[in-house]
């Protein structure tokens, strides 16, 4: 019997075994490659979908947005250190964005006169700026906001120190307030807070009118507000709109020119006789005072026979609602109405809302 020895093969079978040899090993190991448990398989398919990521690395899409002057600025997220100059942007921004996105509000913020902010919301943020591109700065803020009454050099400095900045109006009808609103939330990344938003002021606006249809045409009262410096209300400007969004004739807006160019003299308050005064509260420059301001209204002999002196119907309206310049708009048209026509609110002095 003999013994099978590889040795005494020739050449060429020793090849052709071999060679087989290392066919077969090579199989066995590809068959066990592809019969990978399928627990190892699973997790390297989830392991592989968790590392995906926005374009970037960032953990939100980039977007672009336009300022009310239609700037167009881009952002990678949603701006975390916002730095808002206006009162209205202040309010604006507080509601949309909150307060822990914000690194300071406007110099105003908090002045119940002028600001619809509480001392609580101010010390939330903890910071309020002045317009100086030094200060601004020195926030570290993802951006800006300014009003399109700030000088065009501030702007450009602004843009120069490499911030990113909005410009917002301020608007002189509730459409262009909406705008205004609309333009900025989706400049802080939050579209549907917006609409909601807007959404609540128009159902609110709706609310209003209804109640105001129940004045005829011709029982509408004539009234004129003063500031501190005098009658206010040009035609056309914001505190025209409302006026006339709370069913009220605004005096200083039935005389022309003066009516639409500047204030309107005693002579012209005497001619349109309104039926009210509507008083100003806001101290501006601490050296103002709004009773005293009240006093001498009623004790000027060139106003002893207007209607609004004789019947003694002086009424206070906050500045917050005179000079208002965001979604508070609504609250602003609610309170003229009602210093104008309280008999419609049986409820009371309506209460200002987010």
């Known amino acids: 019997m003999h013994t099978f020895n590889i040795c005494n093969l020739t050449n060429k079978k020793r090849f052709i075994i071999l060679f087989l040899i290392v066919l077969f090993l090579l199989t066995l190991l590809c068959g066990c490659k592809q019969d990978a448990p399928a627990e190892e398989k699973t997790h390297s398919a989830v ?23 239609g700037r167009t600025l881009v952002f990678k997220t949603k701006p975390r250190r916002i730095v808002s100059v206006t009162y209205g942007t202040d309010e604006i921004l507080k509601t ?37 591109s030094e200060a601004i700065f020195a926030l570290h803020p993802d951006l800006v906001v300014i009003s399109t009454s700030t000088g065009a050099d501030e702007l450009r400095t602004l843009e120069s120190m490499g911030l990113t900045v909005y410009v917002a109006m301020s608007p002189k009808t509730y459409q262009e307030m909406r705008q205004k609103v609309r333009n900025l939330g989706v400049a802080a990344g939050e579209p549907q807070k917006t609409e909601d938003l807007l959404k609540r002021m128009d159902e609110r606006m709706a609310l209003l009118e209804k109640r105001l249809q129940t004045i005829p045409d011709d029982r509408r009262r004539k009234a004129v507000a003063f500031s501190m410096t005098g009658p206010m209300g ?12 709370a069913h009220v004739i605004n005096g200083a807006a039935t005389v022309h020119p003066l009516g639409m160019k500047g204030q309107i003299s005693k002579e012209q308050v005497v001619q349109v006789n309104p039926d009210m005064f509507l008083l100003p509260t806001w101290n501006y420059d601490k050296h103002s005072d709004p009773e005293k301001f009240a006093r001498e209204l009623m004790e000027d002999p060139a106003y002893r026979n207007v209607k609004a002196v004789k019947n003694k119907k002086m009424v206070y309206v906050s500045d917050r609602y005179r000079y208002v310049a965001s979604h508070h708009i609504v609250d602003a048209v609610e309170n003229i109405a009602y210093a104008v026509y309280p008999e419609l609110f049986p409820e009371g002095k309506p209460e200002d809302q987010e």
């Open 96 to 132: 949309l964005a909150g307060p822990e996105r914000i690194a300071a509000y406007s110099r105003h913020a908090g002045d119940p006169e002028i600001s619809f902010l509480s001392k609580e919301d101010v010390k939330r943020v903890g910071k309020k700026v002045e317009n100086n």
């Open 47 to 69: 392991k592989s979908s968790s590392d995906v990521k926005p374009a970037g690395g960032n953990p939100e899409q980039s977007y672009s947005a336009k300022d009310d002057t």
């Open 234 to 245: 040009r035609k056309g400007e914001l505190f025209d709109s409302m006026m006339k969004l």
